[in-house]
Each structure stands twice: as C-alpha cells, then as structure tokens.
C-alpha cells in the first residue's frame, strides 16, 4: 500500500486535517463510500479508528456493559480495524423482501421512508461486487444450478409456506479485497489509529464546522470539510450523536428521542425437535446445503405474515446424526490414527460403536452427503421489533479517550415473542399434514425465549432513516434532519431489521448514498 495510508500516530499528522468530503469509519459502507466518491469527489479522507490489524488498546474503545437480556460481549461483536466486522463477516446475503419496506401499523412497524423499487438498482450493483448473480436469489434457480430436485421445494406443497435462501459471497475481507484500490485513489487519504470523539456544530446547530479526533498517545486533531459522514456501525454512530452534547444536552439529531434507540438484531432461539420422515427434502439440511454456498430455509408468504400478524420468521434444520460423545470421540480418533495406540482411544472407540449407525451417518454427512437424521433441532429466527425500550446508553465510564463508554439495553417485546410462538406452531402443524415429519414440541413461553435467545451481530437501527424529524434521525437521503451537511451510513440508519442479513443491503444504501453526494456536489 501506499502512503496515502498515513498512521495518525506519526509526525506525519499535525494538529489538523482538511477534505472535502470526512468519511468515519472503514467498514463495509465507509470503504464503500470512498471507492465510490475518491474518482469524481476532490479529497476525500477516510479516518478509521484501528490501524490494519487487530490491536487491545483500540479494540478496548467498543468495551460496554450489557444492561438488558444476555447478549454478546460489546467488545468482541465489532471489530475496530482497517475493513471493520467485514472481518469476520460470513458472507451472507439476500435482498430485503417487499414487506420489509412497508409499515404495518398493528405491529407498531413504521415503513421505510421510500419502497423496494428506489433501492433495486443498488441492490443489484452491491450484488454484483460481491460476486452473485443476482438470478440465483430465487430458490428454483439456484438449487437447479447445483443439480438439486427444486420439485422438492415446499413453496407448491403448502400456499403460506415458502423457501428463502441467502447466497453466500466469498469476497468477505474488504480490507484485503479493497486496500490497494484505495492506496492506489490520488483523491483520497486514509487515516489510521485516528478515533473521532466529538462532533461541533454552528452557532445556528444548521452545520457540522468539524470533528475532533484522537490518538491513543495522546494527539489531538481537528478535521474540517464540507459533508460528514459517519459510518462508524451502529452502536458508535450513536454514541458520537449522543456524546457530541456541547450545544444540547440531548446530543445532535435528538430534538425527539430517536437516538440510539431501536437497538435490534436477528434473534433466534432453539427448541423442539423434528424427526423427519423419508419425505423430508435434504435441501433443508442445513449443513448439507452450507457446504454447497447456500442456505435455505422455511419462511412464510408476505400474506401469511400478514395474516398471522408476525414479524419476518424463517426456520433453520439443524441435523443431528448421532448420540451426544460420538463426534467428538470420531475426531479424537482421527487424530490419534497414525500416533502410537493410546489406551483411553478404547473409551473413544467404545463410544463410536454404541452408536454406529449414528457414526456411519456422521461420517456420510462430512463427506458431503445429505443422509438422513436422527432428527434435527429447529432453530427458530426472527426479525426483532422495533422497540424504543431495545437501546444504547452513555455510561458514566469512560475509554481510555476520554468518551463516554455506550452500554446496551437489549430488550424483546410481545411482538417478538409472539413471533416466535406462532412461527413454531405454523411450520409444526404445516409441515405435519404434510407428512414431512414427527415433532417433540417445546413451548416457546417469554421466559425461556429471554433464557435462549442469541442475536447475530447484526446490530441495527440506533438513527433510524424517516419521512420526518418527529419519527426518526435521518431522512430518505442518510442526512441527519436539520443538519445540511452530516450523513449517516450502514445499518443504524435501517427502520426494521427485516429478514436478511445487512451486509449487502448496507453497500447498496452506501452506493445509493454515493451518488446522491456525488449530484449534490457535496465536496464543494
């Protein structure tokens, strides 16, 4: 790479910046941003608050309490380098569905402030630089293409019932994919190991006049520019709104509470069993299709959703082929294979035969089979609600830059449990009369879905996109309302969770973004 990466540490940096157009923050919409804006934008500058690799003491800056449902470690479920949690991203990916856009008012879901046809376009560009086709979104299309009988899809079988897959992108690690493309961009400088702290505004509150950044060894910079954007992940863009307080208490783009709440997540939550019957279609293995790029899962119709009046549900078939111990004594096993004999294998030999039949079906499926089950574990997911209540929170503890640490309040609503209750006993009773199966049914009561549920690091809403100030942080373009010239990216700016992954579908808002900067002439 070249020197257009400069190190904030070194002497190369004084005591300020100046550009055009300020992105903060290099993850999936900031590196986005900037690939889009360098060629055509006169300096533009991308800070990020890591270095290029993983480091304690910057990393150390997302530490946070957990103040509502048990919920990942703060700490470890973003990653604060070069490339952002597209580090450790899996590559999932689909498409917001229609209904996603849409309010529905019973459920107290507010719509996207425009609908699925303004981000088309987008999508399909995103899609196409993580290398999908966008055709192989359709399940009958993809599945045929890898030779699998899509007359087994169970969308003809059952009118509320239906098949949604994700494809899954191998380009996943933009820091590597994009980093010498950035390197290479005359228009663009990128600063590492340099954290925005605080955000100032104009006497009038009409303008941000500049940020003010810092360094771990202690260097203070200011930046100024013409257009903002904070791209920094949902939780961060928050606490950057909310600390930046020094010309209202409430922090900027909260004239109406809207900052920082609407935390949410894919949730999902394990329990009942299924032991399939021979027709039983493998294309729901779960492990099975994973090994193939795909995932596929059972969800319902936008009608069906409607008429239950649920949130986006869908069902993940986890396999289970053998009793508890016989997979872990096989591996133990493998590994001793050409070792000197070792009388506890005997134990583990000992395991693998009480349970052969289940050993022969574990050792079919790693050799890509899709053979059939003792039974599968149902893994129930959900979109969560958007709930005011599910929140990020200052702390009074402070990071080692002085700033306010941001807690979460993660918390479900009835709407939420509600889904998960009849999303169970729908996919139970369908795929019953189908004669697809037996199920040992577990009840999915408020107490045990607090007791089980795991979000997916996808942290969503926070500064949520709106027609109006009174009911969000952002209008239709990212800008935050009643702030001419500061824009928001990435998935806090997403008014539902909707039944995707966000990865893709924060490129495509990046990329929409992109070009409304571009004809506003933002960096003049």
């Known amino acids: ?195 925005v702290t605080d955000i100032q505004l104009s006497e009038s509150g009409r303008n941000v006049t500049a940020v003010t950044a810092r360094t771990l060894t202690g260097k203070t910079v200011k930046i100024t520019a013409n257009t903002f954007v904070l791209a920094c992940h949902a939780i961060e863009n928050a606490r950057l709104l909310l600390a930046s307080n020094s010309q209202s208490p409430t922090g900027i783009g909260n004239r109406y509470d809207h900052v920082g709440r609407y935390f949410m997540d894919h949730v999902h939550v394990s329990g009942t069993k299924m032991i399939p019957s021979s027709s039983f279609p493998s294309l729901y293995n779960f492990y099975y299709l994973q090994s193939l790029g795909v995932n596929a899962n059972i969800s319902f119709t936008d009608p069906a959703l409607q008429e239950m009046g649920i949130l986006q549900y869908y069902c993940r078939f986890l396999p289970v082929y053998a009793d508890e111990g016989v997979k872990p004594a096989m591996r133990r096993l493998q590994g001793k294979l050409w070792e000197p004999f070792d009388p506890e294998s005997l134990d583990d030999l000992a395991m693998v035969l009480s349970d052969l039949p289940g050993a022969t079906r574990l050792a079919r499926s790693a050799a890509g089979g899709a053979p059939k089950p003792q039974y599968f574990n149902l893994q129930h997911r959900i979109e969560q609600a958007p709930n005011p209540e599910s929140r990020i929170l200052l702390s009074a503890k402070r990071d080692a830059l002085g700033n306010r640490q941001a807690d979460l309040m993660w918390r479900l609503n009835d709407v939420d449990y509600r889904t998960f209750r009849l999303g169970q006993q729908k996919i139970v009773a369908e795929l019953s009369a189908l004669g697809l199966g037996r199920f040992m049914v577990e009840e999915l009561h408020d107490d045990y879905i607090d007791e089980h549920a795991i979000g997916h690091y996808h942290h969503i809403g926070t500064t949520r996109m709106a027609a109006r100030a009174e009911d969000g942080v952002v209008d239709p373009n990212c800008r935050v309302f009643n702030v001419d010239n500061l824009y928001v990216a990435g998935s806090s700016t997403f008014p539902t969770a909707g039944y995707s992954g966000p990865t893709m579908m924060i490129i495509a808002l990046a990329l929409r973004l992109a070009d409304h900067l571009k004809q506003s002439k933002a960096g003049n």
């Open 1 to 195: 790479m070249t020197n257009t990466f400069i190190d904030a540490k070194t002497d190369l940096v004084g005591e300020s910046i100046n550009a055009s157009v300020c992105i903060i923050g290099a993850g999936a919409a900031g590196i986005t941003l900037a690939r889009e804006l360098a060629p055509s934008v006169a300096d533009v500058v991308l800070v990020e608050s890591g270095g290029l690799s993983l480091d304690g003491p910057t990393q150390a800056l997302y530490s946070g309490q957990n103040l509502g449902l048990k919920y990942h470690d703060l700490l470890s479920s973003r990653l604060r380098y070069f490339g952002g949690t597209t580090n450790h991203w899996g590559g999932y990916c689909r498409y917001n569905d229609p209904i996603d856009y849409r309010g529905r008012p019973k459920l107290d879901v507010p719509r996207w402030p425009f609908d699925e046809t303004v981000l088309a376009p987008f999508i399909t560009r995103a899609a196409a630089q993580l290398g999908l086709e966008f055709a192989y979104f359709d399940p009958a299309t993809r599945l045929s293409k890898l030779g699998e009988d899509t007359d087994a899809l169970i969308d003809d079988a059952s009118t509320g019932l239906m098949t949604k897959i994700f494809q899954i992108s191998s380009k996943t690690r933009f820091a590597k994919i994009y980093g010498n493309e950035l390197a290479r961009l005359h228009n663009l400088r990128t600063y590492l190991n340099l954290s």
